[in-house]
C-alpha cells in the first residue's frame, strides 16, 4: 500500500512569489492535515480537511490556503513568499490512523 | 492553555538506559492517542497506536495511556544510538464526525553511546 505522498519534496522560491504543494493520502483516507515545521521548532498546525471540507485551520495569516478534491489529494497554496516561510511542510492523512508525508522543504531566499 | 503539554527536552541518556517520554492533556474527549518519532528533516512515523487505557507494548516500545489522570507515557527499554530522535505524542477527537488530531510539541531525545 503506498503512503502519504508529497511533492515537491525541495523548492527554493524568492520573497513574493507563490507557491503550490501537493499531497496525496493513503488510500480510502478522507482526512489530510497539513502542518509547518520551521527548523527544529515543532509542529505547527496549518490545516485540516475533511470529505472535501475545510474543518480548522490554523493560527496563520490568510495568505495560506488549501483545498482538498473530490479523490481526497490536497493541495497548500501560500502567496506572497516570506523569508520565515521557510520549513518543512508535512501532510498527513488520517484512517483509523494518522501518517505522514515526507515533507516539502520550503526555502524562501 | 494547550491542550496537549509536552516537555520538549533535549533529553540525553546514556545506551541502555530505559526512558520515560510523557504527555499530558487537558481534554477528556481524546480518544485515540499515538506515539511519532521524527529524525532530523524526515516526516514523522507512527510508532504506537492506542486507543484505551492500560499499556501497549511493542518490541523496545510500550505505550502508557491513563485516561483518569489525562496522561500518556511512551517508555524505551534498552535504548540504543538509533533511537534518537524527536519524540511526539498525538491524540484525536471527534469533531462533527471526523477526528481532530491534536500534537504535542515533541521531546528531543538523545542517546549516548
Known amino acids: 500500500e503506498a503512503g502519504v505522498t508529497q511533492s515537491p519534496t525541495h523548492l527554493i522560491k524568492t520573497r513574493g512569489q507563490q507557491v503550490t504543494l501537493r499531497c496525496s493520502p493513503i488510500?480510502?483516507?478522507?482526512?489530510v492535515y497539513w502542518y509547518q515545521q520551521a527548523l527544529g521548532l515543532g509542529l505547527q498546525f496549518l490545516l485540516w480537511?475533511?470529505?472535501?471540507?475545510?474543518?480548522n485551520r490554523g493560527n496563520f495569516p490568510p495568505r495560506f490556503s488549501g483545498r482538498q478534491f473530490p479523490n481526497y489529494s490536497s493541495e497548500l497554496n501560500v502567496n506572497a513568499l516570506e523569508l520565515e516561510d521557510s520549513a518543512l511542510y508535512l501532510c498527513?492523512?488520517?484512517?483509523?490512523?494518522?501518517?505522514f508525508g515526507q515533507g516539502t522543504r520550503l526555502t524562501v531566499v | 492553555q494547550k491542550e496537549v503539554e509536552q516537555d520538549p527536552g533535549p533529553l540525553s541518556v546514556p545506551e541502555g538506559a530505559i526512558v520515560s517520554l510523557n504527555c499530558t492533556y487537558s481534554n477528556s474527549a481524546f480518544q485515540y492517542f499515538m506515539w511519532y518519532r521524527q529524525y532530523s528533516r524526515k516526516g514523522p512515523e507512527l510508532l504506537m497506536y492506542t486507543y484505551s487505557s492500560g499499556n501497549k507494548e511493542d518490541g523496545r516500545f510500550t505505550a502508557q495511556v491513563d485516561k483518569s489522570s489525562k496522561y500518556i507515557s511512551l517508555f524505551i527499554r534498552d535504548s540504543q544510538p538509533s533511537d534518537s530522535a524527536t519524540y511526539l505524542c498525538?491524540?484525536?477527537?471527534?469533531?462533527?464526525?471526523?477526528?481532530?488530531?491534536?500534537f504535542g510539541q515533541g521531546t528531543r531525545l538523545t542517546i549516548n553511546p
Open positions: 498525538a491524540m484525536s477527537k471527534t469533531i462533527q464526525g471526523a477526528q481532530k488530531l491534536v
Open positions: 488510500s480510502g483516507h478522507t482526512s
Open positions: 498527513a492523512s488520517r484512517g483509523s490512523q494518522a501518517f
Open positions: 480537511y475533511d470529505e472535501g471540507e475545510e474543518r
